[in-house]
Structure formats: C-alpha cells, structure tokens
C-alpha cells in the first residue's frame, strides 16, 4: 500500500498504470511462489541459486544456518567476521546477507553502515540485509538502522521456518521495492518528457485559476511575447489581452468556468506594442467534480490573420475596382447565376445589385438578348469579343451597349464562368445618328444654296421687271394688285434663300465690341409697322450702364429677327412682345448632344442676359425637344430653319440659349450673350 500511495504524486494516468504493474508483479513472483517457492531461490540474472551470506562468529549458528538455507534451496556461504564479510561481500556478491549484530571487531552494524555508506560497496549497497540480534539487545537503534535501508531483525533464537520465512519474505519486499523503484524512474522519466514537452511546446499552454490568474505558462509565452513568463505568474490573463478583446476573453472564460470547453480568436499585447492573433482554446479544470480552473492552449495566428487581412484587403481592392469602373460589369457562374453586378452596371441597367445576384441572367433580361449576351458560353470562345446591342432595362426602356465577354478562368485553367463588361453608347449612337443626319442636311445645304443661288438671280430679274412694270402703269390701274402681289411673293421666296443661304453656309461671326441698343434698334424698325398692324404691345427694359456685348452685329440682329418673327407668328391675335435685359456674372457649362450640363471650367464670367418674351401660344410640349432642330416647323410656311440659325450663331458666341413656355400662355426665350472673348 505504500508503494502505491507514493505513486500518488505523479499524474493520475501513471498512477494507475503504476498499480496495475505493480498488481501484475505481485501476481506473477509473490502469489505463485507460495505455491511454488522455486522462483525466490533462483536469481534470474546469473542462472545460478541464490547465495546468501552469514556473517557470524558463532559457530553453531552458522551450522545450523547453513543447515536451513541449504536445505531450502538457497546457496549458502559465510564468514565469521566484519572485515571478512565486507571482503565477501565485494567477491561473492550475495543475493542477502544475513548479519550478526554483536561480533568481535566490527559489529554488524558498522558493517552494515558500510556497506550503505562507503563508495566502495556502492554498487551493493541495494543487497538486501537482515541483522541477527539477541533477545538481550534492547538499546539497538532500530529505527535508524531501518531507515538506512535494513530489510529485517531476527531475534535469536529463532526456528528453521522462522527463518526461511524471513528470507523469503525480505526477497519478495526486496523485488517490490525494486520494482517499484523501477516504476518511479519510469514514470519520472515519462514526466520529464511531458514537462519536456509542454515546456518547448510550439503552442502557449498554461492553467489559470478561477479568477483567471496565471498559475502555470509555458516557455512560449516569452517567446511569443516578449515579456519574462515570471513576470506573469500569479497575474491575471486578461491583462495580457489586448483592451479591444478583453470582454470576449472574459465572456468565454465565465462559460468555461461553467464547463465548458471554448474555441476563439483573441489579440494579446506584446512588448513590441504588435498585436499578437492568437487562437485560443480553453478547457475547464475539474477536480472533485467541481471546476478549478482551466487549462489554455493557444497557437499563434498571426501569419495567418495577416494573410487573411490582406486577402481582405486585395478582395476590397479589387472589389473597388470593379464598383468604381466606367464600365459595367456583371460575372456569372457555370449556370448563368449573377455572381457580381457594379455600380455602372447598375447606372446602365436600372438594377440594383442586391435585385439580381444570385439570380438567372434569363430571369432578367429577354431570352433574345441573353442568348445574344452570353453566346459565348457556348461557344467555347477563349477571347473577348466585342459587339454591341441593344439590352432592356429595368424599366423596359432600351439602352445601347458595347459589350465583351470573357470566361472566367481559375487557377487551373478552368473555366468557373463568364464576365460581361459593357458601356452605354446610346449616346454615341445617337451621335452617330447625328452625324448622319447632319450630313445629309450638310449635303442638303450644298444642293439647297446651288439652287438658291441659281434661283436668286432669275428672281432679282423677275423682281426688276415687276417693279418696272409697275412704275410704268397709271397709280389708277387695278392690275397693279397683281405687280404687288408677285413682288411680295418674289420676296418672300427671296427671304427663303436667304435662310437656305445662311444655314447651308454658316458665316464665321466677325466679333466686335457692340451696344445692344444699337442691335435692337434697327430690329425695331423692321418690326416697327407689323407689330402695330398686329395689335402687339411692346415693352423693352433695358438696364442702364449695360456693359458692351462681343458679338458679330449682323449675326446678333438675325437671332432677334428670327426671335421676333416666331413671337409674332405665335400671337395672331395680338398680345404683349417683351425684350428685356441685364447683365449677369455668371458660369455656362457645356452641354453634350443630350443637353446635359458638364463641368469643364469653373470661371464666372460676365453677360449680358436678354430675354425675349411672348403672350402667344406657346410650344407644344412634345415639340420642346426639337424646335432647335433645322427644317422642325408647326406652321404650313415654316422652313424650320429660324431656330436652328439661332442656335448655332449663339453657340457660335459661346452663349447660351434656353426657353420656357408654356401652352396658351406663352414663351420666354433667353440668351447670355458674352462682353468678352
Ligand atoms: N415664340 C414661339 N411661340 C410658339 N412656338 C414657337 C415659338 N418659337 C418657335 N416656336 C415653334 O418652334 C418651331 C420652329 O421654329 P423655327 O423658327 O425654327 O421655324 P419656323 O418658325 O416654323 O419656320 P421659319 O422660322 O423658318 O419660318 C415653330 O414652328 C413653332 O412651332
Ligand atoms: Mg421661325
């Protein structure tokens, strides 16, 4: 019992293990060597007999002992003094040595602290030894002797059994012991290799109590952090984590306090102030059923967090690449799953990202243009191809796109889907368009101002003659209705080329600097007897001190002709005309073809802004979007070229022309004319 209660000291495990061997030992030598004592006189070392030696000066005593030892089976030698035995003991080496206390010259106890005590016998010191005393020799310190390792007394004088008994019973404590202390240095040695272990353990192992203080931390702590591991017994963990994880440090340690076993992923401070990622693992530690402590073991992560930080932060990247790119972009999957759609995309589409991902490419766009879209899917087509279409938008409208798409390819050359990258180019197909149309009308122009100019001629003669004709008869004659009639016709048709000339061959503004005044003067006169033949009321404000306009005086006096014509033409029933002007600081953007506004230069400059006004008829608001479009007309006479002239000679000036009307009630158009280059 003993023996096992030692073993206690080491871990549980090998306890047991201890004991089961000891069980196994106890079984096989002791129990069977009742039954058959065979094994206890056979040393398994030398094949031989065990030897014992009697040291004794008494002669019959070793008579009989030899007597007894022989006949039990047990080789049987002996000497009747000390210095003999000791002599003995170094040249025979017995199994055990039976020892007479009381001897002439060195007692047996002297020899006995001999052999225990000097290097000589050291090798032999483990020999097991009785000592054989008298009755009489009651001041024997037998407790010292016991503890320096005697095996037994025998008290003279004592039976054959007795001593047989003895013998036997010193072998088996003897094999025991050794044994056991054969066990102990195995388990030690097991121990160090764990300690071993733990200590050089990669990972940070330790235990900490209920309060979360260090009781036990490996070498790696200091390894990994910097600081002592002394240092950090008997203080608290969490001191050591970093501020920003200390609460899920300390929630996860409460429920393993409540049993059970955590995993997560915390920062802990270093001396170097980096953080150090670890991920944690901690169990509870119970003893009696109840939880002491727990036990951590923690790997360093760091490597890892880094390598993950910066594939989060290569995935960010390109992720805004992608988002911040012109150009719309959508990826699928082998089964035409939206994997990604950009903002462009969005833009472009009328969609939002978080409506088609994850959906079927054919639950968003017509199957016509699907298949158009992803042809390439089926056709195993390694390089992007560019085409163009057109795409439905989200709200049915249609948009031009320029498109390519590519197979995505993984790291193995596989193909794991498709990217669509496109651009809206309804814009440049508009332009397009424009460019055509233009060209048509540029051509128109060519032919229109040959014939004006072929045409004009044969007029100015048709004109003369009339009013040749005219002159020649009486004030008196009615037929001079008729001269009157085909002179104002020849006029008109003579307006008509002039416009014709005019938009076919757009004169370069000669820019001056002019007073406004003096423009809408001579205008006036033009206008002078039609308004008042028409019942229209004119008004003109225009400030006082105006700053001088740069501007062609011919082409500025046109725009007011073609303003005031339309105006007049809208009011058949009379109303009011208004001119009014001002001067304005002010920014004019650029427009592109959709009029949309675009930043180019921030710098306010100063106009002169006219507004001409009317009480007519207003334009129709389907009409808003043309009227500046040359040959667009509502009236049967119109050419549909005043507008357009007007507009090209005010973005020839770099001002800037905008309208408001509305229908029945009238039209306001404005200009910002420039006072400098
Ligand atoms: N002040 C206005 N009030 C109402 N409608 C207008 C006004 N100015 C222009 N419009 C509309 O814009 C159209 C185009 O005008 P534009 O001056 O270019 O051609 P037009 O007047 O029809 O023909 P032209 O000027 O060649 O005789 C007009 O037909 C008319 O419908
Ligand atoms: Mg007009």
């Not at 760091?302 to 012109?326: A, D, H, P, V, Y």
């Not at 969609?351 to 992803?374: A, M, S």
Request: charged share 25%.
């Amino acid at each position: 019992m003993a023996l096992i209660q030692k073993n206690n000291k080491t871990s549980s495990v090998q306890d047991r293990k201890g004991v089961d061997d000891l069980k196994n030992f106890i079984n096989d030598h002791i129990y069977k060597s009742s039954q058959s004592a065979m094994p206890l006189r056979w040393n398994e070392k030398t094949g031989t007999k065990r030897t014992i030696l009697l040291i004794d000066d008494d002669k019959d005593m070793v008579e009989i002992g030899r007597k007894i030892i022989v006949s039990a089976g047990y080789h049987f030698i002996s000497t009747s003094n000390g210095n003999d035995g000791l002599d003995y003991i170094l040249k025979y080496r017995p199994d055990l040595i039976l020892l007479d206390y009381v001897m002439p010259g060195i007692t047996g106890a002297e020899v006995f602290e001999r052999l225990v005590t000097s290097q000589r016998y050291k090798h032999l010191s483990q020999t097991p030894v009785i000592m054989l005393t008298a009755k009489s020799e009651y001041d024997i310190n037998r407790a010292t002797l016991f503890e320096m390792g005697l095996a037994a007394f025998l008290v003279k004088p004592f039976g054959h059994r007795e001593l047989i008994n003895v013998i036997d019973n010193v072998f088996i404590l003897h094999q025991v012991k050794q044994k056991n202390k054969e066990l102990e240095q195995k388990i030690r040695r097991s121990e160090y290799k764990y300690q071993d272990l733990i200590e050089n353990a990669n990972d940070l192992i330790y235990t900490l109590n209920l309060k979360g203080d260090f009781i036990f931390i490996n070498r790696r702590l200091s390894t990994l952090t910097g600081f002592p591991r002394e240092e950090w017994v008997g203080r608290s963990f969490f001191d050591l984590v970093a501020p920003e994880d200390r609460i899920e440090a300390r929630n996860n340690f409460s429920l393993t306090l409540r049993g059970k076993a955590r995993m997560f992923e915390i920062r802990l401070i270093c001396q170097t102030g980096a953080p150090l990622y670890l991920s944690m693992n901690i169990n509870p530690i119970y003893e009696k059923g109840e939880v002491v402590g727990a036990i951590g073991i923690s790997r360093d992560i760091t490597q890892r967090k880094k390598l993950e930080q910066e594939i989060t932060e290569l995935k960010n990247f390109n992720e805004s690449i992608i988002q911040s790119m012109g150009s719309g972009l959508i990826t699928l999957n082998l089964n035409n799953k939206i994997t990604s759609f950009n903002i462009s995309a969005e833009e472009i589409l009328g969609y939002k990202q978080n409506d088609v991902v994850g959906k079927h490419i054919y639950d968003i766009f017509p199957k016509q243009e699907c298949e158009r879209l992803i042809s390439i899917n089926t056709t195993n087509y390694k390089y992007p191809l560019n085409r163009e279409m057109e795409l439905t938008r989200k709200d049915d409208s249609k948009v031009f796109i320029g498109y390519s798409v590519s197979s995505r390819i993984d790291n193995h050359n596989l193909k794991v889907g498709t990217i669509i990258s496109f651009r809206d180019i309804s814009q440049i197909k508009q332009m397009q368009m424009e460019v055509v149309r233009m060209d048509r009308l540029a051509s128109m122009g060519v032919l229109a101002s040959g014939i004006a100019h072929e045409v004009r001629n044969p007029l100015a003669g048709i004109k003369t003659m009339a009013q040749t004709l005219e002159e020649e008869l009486e004030p008196a004659d009615d037929r001079r209705e008729y001269l009157t009639r085909i002179i104002s016709q020849v006029n008109r048709l003579d307006e008509l080329l002039k416009s014709l000339f005019s938009f076919a061959k757009p004169q370069q503004p000669k820019r001056k600097y002019q007073r406004l005044e003096d423009i809408i003067r001579e205008v006036e006169v033009l206008f002078d007897d039609r308004l008042t033949k028409k019942n229209i009321q004119y008004l003109k404000n225009i400030q006082k001190n105006l700053p001088q306009i740069f501007v062609d005086f011919h082409q500025i006096q046109q725009v007011f002709i073609n303003l005031f014509l339309n105006s007049l033409e809208a009011m058949p029933k009379g109303g009011v005309l208004e001119l009014l002007a001002k001067p304005v600081q002010t920014i004019i953007y650029p427009r592109d073809r959709r009029k949309k506004a675009f930043v180019s230069e921030n710098r306010e400059s100063l106009y002169v802004e006219v507004s001409v006004h009317d009480s007519g008829v207003g334009i129709n608001p389907e009409d808003k979007k043309v009227i500046f479009d040359p040959f667009f007309t509502t009236k049967p006479q119109g050419t549909g070229l005043g507008l357009s002239i007007v507009y090209r000679i005010i973005e020839e000036h770099h001002g800037e022309i905008v309208f408001d009307s509305e229908t029945g009630k009238g039209t306001t158009f404005t200009l910002l004319l420039p006072t400098e280059d």
